[in-house]
């Protein structure tokens, strides 16, 4: 039985679907106004996986996905700039042409970490017919109000708002230091509708706006995931929602109230949420200069599946450090899994031992790491090389790391030296030239010492990772 932590219980709970086998899922999308990074990356990767262990568990799962193309200001609490208009200023083009852009970006790092695209793919613009009816909606039933800058969602008429979060109203008062809107009756209160601004003379008209039954706008960011949820995947109450545990607080709680204000029933019965990844144990800002994307990774030379392989090592639940230093570890250890796998033929037999222990340790709130430890237990086993090969042919419909392909990408694998190391190397280099070998000497231990064995051998140097 699978079993999963839910945000809203805030306990692990055995997972069952409305109508088995059918899951209706739904993922929080990208913002296609900059480019997807890794740390989005590894979020997608975990719904990857979890969709895969679904699918593995006999389950059929309808993925639906948003694609955030309007309404998605700077700042969560409804000001600020449409980043989509702001991203068409920066990089001088259309919004329309950012969004193409970025999603194409987007969707080619999702191919390169061999994440299975959503069976449903919806664009928020494709769909602001039904944004408008869903807040018409919330109208007659008495949960909006309007401001001088939009149409507003009352949180106060709706109990129980911080359920998913388990926040105290108290504390969210305490956390507020975002200015209000002017109007907005409480901190909480969030825009369904904004209108578009009022132009001083001279003034720029925005790229994207409608007419409504309440003044030509566009729609607030939150209700796009609701109204697309609900329709694309035909049901008001889903079985899994997905995203950033970012996203609780505020977009999830506003999807929650919206939702469940309109049907009057539950929208979502498993919340699942994904931990952020920070790079060397700072968060991930411009200013800090430390945004990388999927792209970065294939420039130095790495394999993207030795990133997926990375993802796979840290629990979704837990915080993720990356560093260019664990990436160099993991390509190795993915080099050397592929290696392994490579030598394995004729696949033939399976080994339900091991297989079970594989199961119960994904269907254990998808424990991979642990997963990824079992792979290598059986490699290092006894057990004949057709079998293992059958049952890591099998498990790969999880892990995603083509295994099969092992004797192809055996070939283009390679160690990528942390740049540290290159530099000591090439410094040995120096001095083996110049004679200095007793200099030369110490700089190997220095490398050994640092996990990397270098051997000189008649055909020049190798190396390995110890
Ligand atoms: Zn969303």
Request: aromatic content about 10%; hydrophobic content about 35%.
């Amino acid at each position: 039985m699978l079993r999963i932590y839910n945000t809203l219980s805030r306990k692990i709970e055995n997972f069952k679907p409305q109508n088995p086998p059918l899951v209706t899922m739904y993922a929080c999308g990208p913002t296609v106004y900059e480019y997807a990074h890794i740390g989005h990356m590894r979020r997608y990767v975990g719904d990857d996986i979890l969709v895969r262990i679904l699918e593995y568990n006999g389950f059929k799962v309808k993925e639906a996905m948003n694609i955030t193309d309007v309404g998605h200001l700077t700042s969560d609490s409804d000001t600020g700039e449409d980043k989509m208009e702001k991203g068409a200023r920066k990089f001088g083009l259309s919004v329309w042409e950012i969004a193409k852009k970025f999603e194409k970006q987007f969707f080619n790092s999702l191919d390169a970490l061999n994440i299975q695209r959503p069976d449903i793919l919806m664009h928020a613009t494709d769909y602001i017919k039904e944004q408008i009816v869903f807040i018409q909606i919330l109208e007659q039933k008495g949960y909006t109000y309007k401001i001088d800058d939009g149409i507003y969602f009352d949180t106060s008429k709706f109990p129980n708002y911080t359920k998913l979060s388990g926040q105290k109203a108290e504390d969210l008062k305490a956390g507020a230091r975002i200015e209000m809107v002017k109007g907005k009756k409480h901190l909480t209160d969030f825009a369904l509708w904004k209108f578009s601004p009022n132009l001083p003379a001279g003034g720029k008209k925005r790229q994207m706006e409608w007419a409504s039954p309440w003044g030509v706008g566009f729609p607030g960011w939150h209700i796009e995931c609701s109204a697309m949820a609900i329709k694309g995947l035909d049901t008001e109450t889903l079985d899994i929602h997905t995203g950033g545990i970012d996203h609780i607080a505020i977009h999830h709680a506003n999807e929650i109230a919206q939702s469940e204000a309109a049907t009057g029933k539950q929208f979502v019965r498993y919340w699942v949420h994904h931990n952020f990844l920070h790079v060397d144990g700072n968060k991930m800002s411009k200013s800090a200069e430390n945004i990388h994307t999927v792209e970065d990774v294939l420039r130095k030379g790495f394999d993207p599946l030795a990133l997926r392989y990375l993802y796979l090592q840290t629990h979704y639940r837990q915080e993720m450090n990356f560093t260019w230093y664990s990436m160099g570890a993991a390509q190795i250890a993915y080099k050397r899994l592929i290696e392994e796998v490579a030598k394995l033929k004729n696949p033939k037999g399976e080994i339900p031992e091991f297989e079970k222990k594989f199961l119960e340790a994904i269907n254990d709130d998808l424990n991979l790491p642990k997963a990824l430890g079992l792979v290598w237990e059986l490699i290092k086993s006894d057990y004949p090389d057709s079998a293992k090969a059958e049952s890591l042919y099998k498990i790969d419909q999880v892990l995603g790391l083509d295994l099969e392909k092992s004797r192809e990408k055996k070939k283009v694998l390679k160690i990528i030296l942390p740049s540290e190391i290159q530099k000591l190397i090439e410094e040995r280099n120096q001095l083996r030239k110049q004679g200095r070998f007793t200099q030369a000497d110490y700089l190997r231990n220095k490398i050994k010492k640092l996990g990397y064995l270098i051997k000189d051998t008649k055909k020049g140097m190798e190396i390995e990772k110890i």
